[in-house]
Every structure is written in structure tokens, then in C-alpha cells.
């Protein structure tokens, strides 16, 4: 009875044409491109972050001119004359 199992288990994993893969080879193979994945993963989520920080510094404005609007009190005082539009063409 051991020889059946001691067989099976032998003959166990991937049978290709000219050879056969163990599948502790299968489960390294497996194992090692996961963790090339997560690390994969985790550089691009870094990436990501980089680039999103350095796209919110180039538009955060503090580089932009300076526009000089006339305060809300002057306007109400009526220091500044408003153009009201012309009517009456000729």
C-alpha cells in the first residue's frame, strides 16, 4: 500500500511534454511573483502620492501675480465713479 501512495505522490505536480514540475517549484514560482506584486503595488501607491503632492504644489497659486482689487468700504463710499453703459446711440 505505501508503494501506491509513495508513486502518486511522485508522480504528482505538472506534467509537461519532456519533463514534470515539482509543485514545490510551482509554489515558489507562485509565492515569488506575489510578493514582486505587492512590492509592485506599494512603489506605485508611493508614486502615485509623489506625484500628486508635486501636481498640488504646482497649482497651489502662491507663484501667481497678485491682483490688486479695490476694497468693499471704497466702493461704497462711492470713491470709485461707476461707468454706467450708454443708452442712446446716435
Request: net charge neutral; glycine share 8%.
Amino acid at each position: 500500500m505505501s508503494s501506491v501512495n509513495q508513486q502518486s505522490f511522485s508522480q504528482s505536480g505538472l506534467n509537461c511534454i519532456a519533463f514534470t514540475i515539482s509543485p514545490a517549484c510551482l509554489l515558489q514560482v507562485g509565492t515569488v511573483s506575489i510578493l514582486m506584486l505587492l512590492m509592485a503595488q506599494k512603489a506605485t501607491g508611493e508614486a502615485l502620492i509623489g506625484l500628486g503632492e508635486a501636481s498640488e504644489e504646482l497649482l497651489r497659486g502662491d507663484r501667481l501675480p497678485v491682483l490688486n482689487f479695490p476694497d468693499d468700504h471704497k466702493l461704497d463710499k462711492g470713491q470709485f465713479p461707476r461707468k454706467t453703459p450708454n443708452t442712446s446711440r446716435n
